[in-house]
């Protein structure tokens, strides 16, 4: 077990619709990671933040957006889903930017957009 | 823009086999080479990583190998098991996890 908790495991929605993934980091980890898991692309960056701050952005959509709320749990938030938005996304957490902690991922969340 | 590019796609081997995965980045400003394992359900999970100041690195029976002239690095697997089975992430970053970058997966499978 990663000490990583994001809910929920499965979700399924039409297209055009909106909504939140959520991600608890393991305890004391301050820095949240998204990152999309599709069959053909493997692993691709979406955003980092570090204690509630954005500190890196990779290919995120503009319909998509997150954020890092005090308590460091993190919402990835999906909207005007198209089919192509269906996909595992996986939510990691380090202790410190810059560190030697490595990433610990949990265990995703399949969206499924019909 | 694909940063780090893996290969094989695929890989199966007989047990007791070396499977031999290979990355190529392209960014010189990356400074942590790990390697994740991922099972089938699960998120992936940190193998073994290393830096580039070093060509080689061994934690058990993986080993990564390093070249920073080409660009390249490999992970090793020594006396493969199925157990091993499972689709293997090359990634790359900036200070540890800053902006990680990951390949596009092994999936490899080794026989009994």
């Known amino acids: 077990d990663s000490g990583v908790t994001q809910t929920p495991k499965h979700l399924i929605t039409a297209t055009g619709q909106r909504v939140t993934l959520r991600c608890s980091p393991r305890?004391?980890?301050?820095?949240v990671y998204w990152y999309q898991q599709s069959l053909d692309q493997g692993l691709q960056f979406l955003i980092q933040?570090?204690?509630?701050?954005?500190?890196a952005k990779g290919n995120i959509l503009e319909r998509f957006s997150a954020q890092q709320f005090p308590d460091l749990h993190s919402e990835l938030n999906l909207s005007s889903l198209e089919l192509g938005d269906s996909a595992l996304y996986f939510c990691?957490?380090?202790?410190?930017?810059?560190?030697?902690?490595?990433?610990?991922f949990g265990n995703g969340t399949r969206l499924t957009v019909t | 823009q694909q940063q780090v590019k893996q290969s094989p796609q695929s890989l199966i081997v007989q047990k007791g086999g070396i499977p031999i995965i290979n990355c190529a980045y392209e960014n010189t400003a990356f400074d942590y080479f790990p390697w994740y394992q991922q099972f089938p359900g699960k998120g992936p999970a940190l193998l073994i990583a290393?830096?580039?100041?070093?060509s080689e690195k061994k934690e058990g029976r993986f080993t990564i190998s390093f070249n920073k002239s080409a660009k390249q690095f490999s992970l090793h697997i020594m006396d493969s098991q199925p157990g091993d089975s499972a689709t293997y992430f090359c990634?790359?970053?900036?200070?540890?996890?800053?902006?990680?970058?990951f390949g596009a997966g092994t999936r490899l499978t080794v026989k009994p």
């Open positions: 990691a957490s380090s202790g410190r930017t810059g560190s030697n902690s490595p990433l610990h």
């Open positions: 990634a790359a970053s900036k200070d540890n996890n800053n902006d990680m970058r």
């Open positions: 290393i830096r580039p100041d070093v």
């Open positions: 933040y570090y204690n509630g701050e954005e500190r």
């Open positions: 305890s004391g980890d301050l820095s």
